[in-house]
């Protein structure tokens, strides 16, 4: 059995969970999300607590098929996160960092304007159960803060935006989440 699948996940009072057709809907405070299961599992549901099961077939012996092994820890943590989303939200933090770099934000129309050093600023829309604030600071840095209850979208979009200006390895610009440590690379040094 998955160490990770095995694993109950405890319902917390405020959030509604219902389970129909092999999707599970979780609602909650910050708002409400869907999932469809696949694979050959089984959701039971005690009173808080939600349990993952696979089911054994007899012909194909599908329990230990190595799939349905990744996809029994795979539900039990997109379920969790889906609680915790619902519940509390989540967080990424993005850093700008270089001579010029700046950002800009319009939240009625929800776009991003992303002054990088190209000729050209880049325009991005942002997804409505997104949440963005912009902190300008010292030494040339702004830091861009991401909240949603979705972790998978807050993901993909972080993702994105860091995509538009990967950090150099020689002078450190580029766009960067906080605390990611990048690797500096020597320049060519001259012989003497």
Do not use: W
């Not at 943590?77 to 934000?105: P, S, T």
């Not at 902190?135 to 993901?155: A, V």
């Amino acid at each position: 059995m998955s160490r990770i699948g095995k694993r109950n996940i405890i319902i917390p009072k405020n959030i509604l969970i219902k389970m129909k057709n092999n999707v599970i809907y979780v609602t909650g405070p910050l708002g409400k999300l869907y999932l469809k299961i696949r694979g050959d599992l089984k959701i039971e549901r005690a009173e808080n607590q939600i349990t993952i099961k696979r089911i054994e077939n007899q012909i194909t012996r599908t329990e230990n098929n190595k799939s349905n092994k990744s996809l029994h820890g795979l539900y039990r943590m997109l379920i969790n996160n889906m609680i915790i989303g619902v519940l509390y939200g989540f967080k990424k933090e993005l850093e700008l960092k270089g001579v010029g770099y700046k950002v800009a934000l319009d939240n009625d129309k929800k776009v991003l304007e992303f002054n990088l050093g190209y000729s050209h600023n880049i325009v991005m829309n942002f997804p409505k159960d997104l949440r963005v604030e912009i902190k300008n600071e010292t030494n040339q840095k702004t830091r861009l803060i991401l909240r949603s209850y979705d972790k998978q979208l807050l993901g993909i979009f972080a993702a994105k935006i860091r995509s538009l200006r990967k950090p150099d390895p020689y002078k450190g610009k580029g766009i960067r989440y906080i605390n990611e440590y990048i690797i500096k690379k020597a320049g060519k040094t001259t012989v003497k």
